[in-house]
Structures are given as structure tokens and as C-alpha cells.
């Protein structure tokens, strides 16, 4: 009696030598029984593990992850204190990221009307239909990608946008602009933009043709300057224009 249920007694009784369960067991003649398995050891060796790195080796990672909408996404936009817009010579090295200094040949063009600076995209397209009038396709025939911007400074770098580079000279003291049809112009642009918390954007135009010249009003009261449409051609790799803006969700390497 005392080898059955003896131990449970003590252990009930809160003896200092009581043994654990199934010890008493393992006291009677002829019996075997392996001590317990300790419980939750599963759960405790796998807490010990070290958490594995799933990030790829020079991978760009995250900064947060986008479960949610983020406000500092929502912005509008101005130009670099000092200068925001420039324009250099087809063929200049033009920028491939936000930080790289413009190379020298950028030239800046000084202040933009408080209209800022308007970019559009035209394009069309053809439907072709079978003969129950069912759309099959509806391939792009046409892309014109342009900026319309009016140039606040009258000083010779925006007039030979405006009017060809070969019409406008700068010489002792005075500015002289011809006006006639040989007025095609075709530079490289860079705008120099910040959003909202500091954020960069530059805008990189490859190719820009100067194309319609707006009216030019001339009144007191009035900014003395004529809005021009400049319209995007196509650079070796097929763009017309390149945008390298900050990012909120990647940190730069």
C-alpha cells in the first residue's frame, strides 16, 4: 500500500522528499518506466532558433512596409531655391540619378512664372473592329510628349529658346532678337524639383523642341513674357523624358 499510493500521500502533504510522478513506479521490482517527456520542449527549441534572414545579398530594402496608405507620398512641388531649370547643348552628358552635379555645359534659365511648368501627354490610337462592330485592337498610332513653361528672366538664354539660337545675340551691353521662321531650337532640359519633407525630383528631357510660341502681352501690371510649348523627342533609347524621384519605400545603397 504504502509502494501504490504512499508517494501521492507525501507529495499531497507537501513532503520535502516526495518524488516526482511515476517515481514510486519506477521503485517496484521488475518495472521499467522511462522518466517523462518534458512538455512544450518543442516550442522552446524552436523560440531558441535564430531567426533566419530572408534578404537577398545588395538587394534595395524596404524602408516601410506599404500596408497602408501613406501621406508622405501626397505632395506638390516647387523648384530648388537658386535655380530649378536649365537647359545645355544636345549632347551634353545628361544626369543618370538625383545626386550627380549638371556637367558645366548647363546653363540656367532663371525664374518661371507662377504657372510652374505643365507637362502633357497626347496620344491616339486606331480601333479596328470585325465586321459585327466588335473591338479587336486598338494599337497606338501617335505619342507627343511636350512641356509648356513661360520664362520669367528677358535675358538672351531664354530668348534663343524662344526665338532660335542663331536670332538673338548679346553683345555690348544689348540684346538683339530677330524674329522669323528659322527659329527651331532643339536642347537638353533639367528641372530641379522638391516635393514635400525634403524630397528630391529631377526631371530629365533629352531632347526638346521648341515648338509653339504663346501671345506676349505687354501691359503694366503684367509679367512681360510669353509662355512656349517644348515638345519631347525621342533620345537613342526611345525616351522622351526621365523622371529620377525620391523614394519613401527604399533606402539608396
Known sequence: EEARGGDGWARRAGRADAPGRGEHLRRLPGRNVPPPRPRHRRRQIQDEREPYDFRVKGAVMAKTVATKNNADNVSSSKGVKGGYIFSAPVGTELPKDIKTPLNAAFKVLG?????????????????????????????????????????????????????????????????????????????????????????????????????????????????????????????????TCVDFIESTETEAM
Open 111 to 239: 525664374y518661371i512664372s507662377s504657372d510652374g511648368y505643365k507637362e502633357t501627354i497626347d496620344s491616339d490610337s486606331e480601333d479596328i473592329l470585325d465586321m459585327n462592330g466588335e473591338l479587336l485592337d486598338s494599337p497606338k498610332t501617335s505619342r507627343v510628349e511636350s512641356g509648356q513653361v513661360t520664362f520669367a528672366e528677358i535675358k538672351a538664354e531664354t530668348l534663343k529658346i524662344q526665338y532660335g539660337e542663331k536670332n538673338v545675340t548679346d553683345e555690348n551691353g544689348i540684346i538683339t532678337v530677330h524674329h522669323n521662321g528659322d527659329s527651331e531650337t532643339i536642347r537638353s532640359y533639367v528641372l530641379e524639383l522638391v516635393l514635400k519633407n525634403g524630397r528630391r525630383w529631377r526631371k530629365v528631357v533629352p531632347k526638346g523642341k521648341s515648338d509653339e510660341l504663346d501671345e506676349l502681352n505687354l501691359a503694366i501690371g503684367e509679367l512681360c513674357a510669353r509662355p512656349i510649348t517644348i515638345k519631347y523627342l525621342s533620345d537613342e533609347s526611345g525616351d
